[in-house]
């Protein structure tokens, strides 16, 4: 429903094969096919991320700037290993977010940028569609690394990954998503990437954190977190976001965690080979406890980790194809 | 200042009720001084041919942001009604006065007071001092007075001086800092949303106290079927509750937010498809009585930014009677009652004798070609700033020229 974009709208002509989008602001304008298509391309630097040797010189010449109006640690990091892993200069600027969220500045930085002839630009900031605002003033490739609650596209890619490797198909796969539905882009881009590949998405959160009509994103919301675990082959449990939340949410974490903590009991209810997933930083003893969270063979937290820098090179390899003139793109 | 006497001649001229009768007006000085099918120029008049356009009434804009004069004339309008949320606030005599004033002679300025001090919704402010400063409604801003207590005596004391409560239905514990309705939209782009129903909640409280003060509360923008709905039956019994709306409300609903356009942010929020037809129903049966343009010019400092952190309004003085000319060909009302909803009935809230053509009545009159076909441009706008979301969109309506006080304006 969301109209396409005029800075992720096709360049190439039809019936080429080519990826279509410029840049990656978020999953809801992605075909399945192209989802898919991220994810095998992604494959490749699994297989590199585990060698000796992690580096290949494909971007190599190319500068990538990490432009972070919100602070990160993990999400940061992977960018920029996954752009030093392909051999690019990559640059990091953390911007606190009190200095820059007002005012024209966060377009001014963006033309700076773009002055600066970066050839992707990776964003993060704390408003729902400051990466698209970027985007349209800026001539390069722009990646969104989490806007508000909007959308955290290669999170939601990095779990799909991760639970193709572990699944294989996602045609019925029941994927449960439990947590702080309302205040999260990575719920959102989850939904989004889940539903389009095919799997049966349940959301699962107390009134006050779930989103209206969150049903007609094609995902059952659930209240009940014993019942939305019922068959699950995958349980994702998402942090509480305190920082986002004016006035009272919740009466108490242990409150939360008495309706909605991931514990070994709990897991039991899903499938007996469920996997369980989390996109950190986790609080464990309220939404997670820490048996669950380091239950070997069925927890996968960390490679969703190793999976997030071989997608962002997927990403990153992708957009800058027609910057690099490769056959058929350029 | 002089003024020579005026003939506008064959025109149709726009009456309270009924098709527009051909005919033409006089006026001398800046009263009108004979109007109707005989009336004929006379000897020394200055003479304009309306060439079968519409003669009507100056339009009185119940609700505007900022005195944007250049707007506001191209858009027929002769009187607007200033929202005390300025900078500072209208909340004292001496900025009432000089707001009055400050559109004279060509545009008049009525200020509207604010409720209450700086508009912070706790202490009632000078009122009557404000009323004789020429303050000619009290209005809450673009805010809800969130204590139950102060709004009642807000609404006794206002009865009391003979002034209508101009509100803002929002229930500011439910919206808190929501920038868009809850829908499937909001949830999509991730944007902070709160029920429209925090509009029924307000206007429910609103018409309670209103009915217990016996006072007159207008509702400035009523936007959803659940308010619409509570005042059509206070109207009913007898209730003094007026609402009105912008063209915004009844053109778009909350599928304009897509791609985070900030010009659709609006206060109160864009609604859904549901309850913008709701609006358009209670337009056609009168629950809805005023149209206004909401008029607030924003630059690109207010607008290019993120959706959550861009300032709310848009610049809609040029658009207000095009859009509302909309509802016209679709039938929903006839030509003159879009001009009551335009100009009648606004100067009606205000207490001031305007917005009808009637002998006696000041000379504000507009030449306006209904049919007129035109390109809303925001590079080209007369407005002080192009934030319209009606941007490159074709409407019909156009004023050809325009007189406050009999003279000509530009």
């Known amino acids: ?330 | 200042m002089k003024h020579t006497a005026l003939t506008i001649t064959n025109g149709l001229i726009v009456g309270r009720h009924g098709a527009p009768a051909k005919g033409a007006i006089r006026c001398e000085g800046d009263r009108i001084t004979a109007i109707g099918p005989d009336v004929t120029p006379q000897e020394g008049d200055r003479v304009e041919n309306a060439r079968g356009a519409l003669i009507a009434p100056g339009l009185v804009d119940l609700g505007v942001f900022a005195i944007d004069k250049p707007a506001f004339h191209f858009g027929g309008i002769t009187r607007a009604a200033l929202m005390p949320d300025q900078n500072p606030p209208l909340d004292r005599p001496s900025s009432v006065r000089y707001a009055a004033q400050s559109g004279k002679p060509d545009l008049w300025v009525h200020p509207l007071a604010a409720a209450t001090r700086a508009l912070e919704g706790q202490d009632i402010a000078e009122i009557a001092l404000m009323q004789t400063a020429g303050a000619k409604a009290v209005s809450t801003g673009r805010q809800w007075v969130p204590d139950s207590g102060t709004m009642l005596r807000l609404l006794r004391y206002c009865a009391m001086l003979g002034l209508t409560v101009i509100a803002h239905a929002e229930d500011s514990g439910i919206a808190g800092h929501a920038v868009a309705t809850a829908s499937e939209m909001a949830t999509r782009l991730g944007l902070p949303s709160a029920p429209a129903e925090a509009e029924a909640l307000a206007v429910a409280r609103d018409i309670a106290l209103a009915e217990i003060a016996g006072a007159r509360l207008h509702f400035r923008q009523i936007t959803t079927k659940a308010a619409l709905d509570l005042i059509r039956a206070a109207q009913k019994r007898g209730v003094g509750v007026t609402a009105g709306v912008t063209p915004a409300h009844f053109m778009l609903s909350d599928t304009a937010l897509a791609d985070f356009r900030t010009f659709c942010r609006f206060s109160p929020p864009l609604r859904q498809e549901s309850d913008r037809k709701a609006v358009i129903e209670a337009i056609g049966d009168g629950t809805i009585s005023i149209i206004a343009s909401g008029h607030d010019p924003r630059g690109a400092e207010d607008k290019r930014l993120p959706f959550s952190d861009a300032e709310p309004g848009m610049a809609g003085a040029e658009t207000l009677l095009p859009l509302t000319m909309t509802l016209v060909r679709d039938g929903v009302i006839d030509l003159a009652t879009a001009f009551r909803l335009l100009a009648t009935n606004p100067a009606q809230v205000l207490g001031v004798d305007a917005g009808e053509l009637l002998v006696g009545h000041q000379a504000d009159i507009a030449l306006v070609d209904a049919d007129k076909p035109w390109i809303v441009d925001s590079a080209k706008m007369a407005a002080a700033a192009g934030n319209t979301p009606f941007d490159r969109q074709g409407v019909q309506g156009r004023v050809l020229a325009l007189w406050k006080g009999g003279a000509k304006v530009g």
């Not at chain 1, 590199?48 to 190319?62: A, E, S, W």
């Not at chain 1, 882009?185 to 939904?191: D, P």
């Not at chain 1, 039991?268 to 996109?279: E, G, N, Q």
């Open chain 1, 1 to 330: 429903m969301t109209s396409a974009n005029p800075s992720s709208q096709s360049r190439y002509p039809a019936g080429s094969l080519a990826f279509p989008h410029r840049g990656l602001l978020g999953l809801a304008g992605l075909a399945p096919h192209e989802i898919l298509f991220l994810l095998d391309e992604a494959e490749q630097w699994v297989e590199l991320n585990r060698q000796p040797t992690k580096r290949v010189d494909h971007l190599r010449g190319l500068t990538i700037i990490n432009a972070f109006y919100e602070n990160s640690t993990r999400t940061l990091l992977s960018f920029e290993i996954a752009g030093k892993r392909l051999g690019a200069d990559v640059v990091n600027m953390t911007v606190g977010q009190s200095s820059v969220k007002k005012g024209e500045t966060l377009i001014d930085t963006a033309m700076t940028l773009n002055a600066m002839r970066a050839d992707a630009i990776v964003i993060r900031h704390a408003s729902s569609g400051a990466v698209r605002l970027i985007a349209e003033k800026v001539d390069c490739p722009v990646l969104n690394a989490g806007d508000g609650q909007h959308e955290h596209p290669t999170q939601g890619l990095l779990d799909a990954l991760t639970i193709k490797r572990a699944k294989g198909d996602f045609v019925g796969l029941r994927v449960t998503i439990c947590g702080d539905i309302l205040h999260s882009r990575v719920a959102r881009s989850n939904i989004l990437a889940l539903t389009a590949l095919g799997a049966d998405v349940r959301v699962c959160a107390p009134p006050a954190l779930m989103p209206t009509e969150i049903e007609r994103m094609r995902v059952t919301p659930f209240h009940d977190f014993d019942a939305a675990l019922k068959g699950a082959d995958v349980v994702m449990m998402l942090r509480l976001q305190n920082e986002r939340m004016t006035g009272q949410f919740i009466p108490s974490p242990r409150e939360y965690r008495h309706l909605y903590g991931l514990t070994l009991d709990r897991l039991a209810k899903a499938a007996p080979d469920a996997i369980v997933m989390h996109p950190g930083p986790m609080n464990r003893g309220i939404e997670i406890d820490s048996n669950v969270a380091d239950l070997a063979g069925r927890s996968l937290i960390t490679t969703q980790v190793e999976m997030g820098v071989a997608i962002r090179m997927a990403c990153l390899e992708v957009l800058t194809r027609r910057a690099r003139r490769m056959e058929g793109w350029a």
